[in-house]
Each structure stands twice: as C-alpha cells, then as structure tokens.
Nanobody, 116 residues
Framework: QVQLVESGGGLVQPGGSLRLSCAAS????????MGWYRQAPGKERELVAT???????NYSDSVKGRFTISRDSAKTTVFLQMNSLKPEDTAVYYC???WGVGGNNWGQGTQVTVSS
C-alpha cells in the first residue's frame, strides 16, 4: 500500500499562484506513476498532470503552460506548481499513485479556490 498526504491548497485571486505538495509513504519503491487529479462540484474527477518513475510528464490541455508537476530527488514527494490560476481551476485536488500491478491510491484531497 501507498499512503498519500496532500497540502498547500487554499484561496487565491485570479492570476495568482499556489503550490501543492503530496508526500508518499509505504511501498514507495513500487510506485510507477504519481499525479494530480481534480474534481469540481457537479463534475467528474479529471486528470491534471502526471509524472512517471522515469520523469515523463503529462498534462491536460486545460493546464498546459500554466501548471508544472515535479518531484523531489528521493521521489517521495510530488509538487504541483499552479500559476495564472483561473476561477475554473477551482476544485478539490487529489494526489494519486499507481504502483505494482493494479495498485491505485488516492490522497484525501485539498481544496483550491480561485476567486476575487
């Protein structure tokens, strides 16, 4: 199992920035991909960005050029730097880890609200 703990959400004005963190523990050596997803009220959970064990990054079109996913050298913490935030970025952001064969864990989520 992999445990994930997110932090860094909050309220920010349009055009502002936030940085989310996700700390992984447990069977971290088995993690193949970590990423961020988000869910706005009344909408389905959607991909934001992922980073593979090898460092390959993937972004949704809606955040490309504004958000950056990264990780620390120990590969136990993943970050999501969010710049030029828009009201439509408002959502609960969830950290995700895929590991082993079929392993899939989620964090508890952190609220991001973009509003003036």
């Amino acid at each position: 199992q992999v445990q994930l703990v997110e932090s860094g959400g909050g309220l920010v004005q349009p055009g502002g920035s936030l940085r989310l963190s996700c700390a992984a523990s447990g069977s971290i050596f088995r993690i193949s991909v970590m990423g961020w997803y988000r869910q706005a009220p009344g909408k389905e959970r959607e991909l934001v960005a992922t980073i593979s064990r090898g460092g390959s990054e993937n972004y949704s079109d809606s955040v490309k050029g504004r958000f950056t996913i990264s990780r620390d050298s120990a590969k136990t913490t993943v970050f999501l730097q969010m710049n030029s935030l828009k009201p439509e970025d408002t959502a609960v952001y969830y950290c995700n880890a895929r590991w082993g064969v079929g392993g899939n864990n989620w964090g508890q989520g952190t609220q991001v609200t973009v509003s003036s």
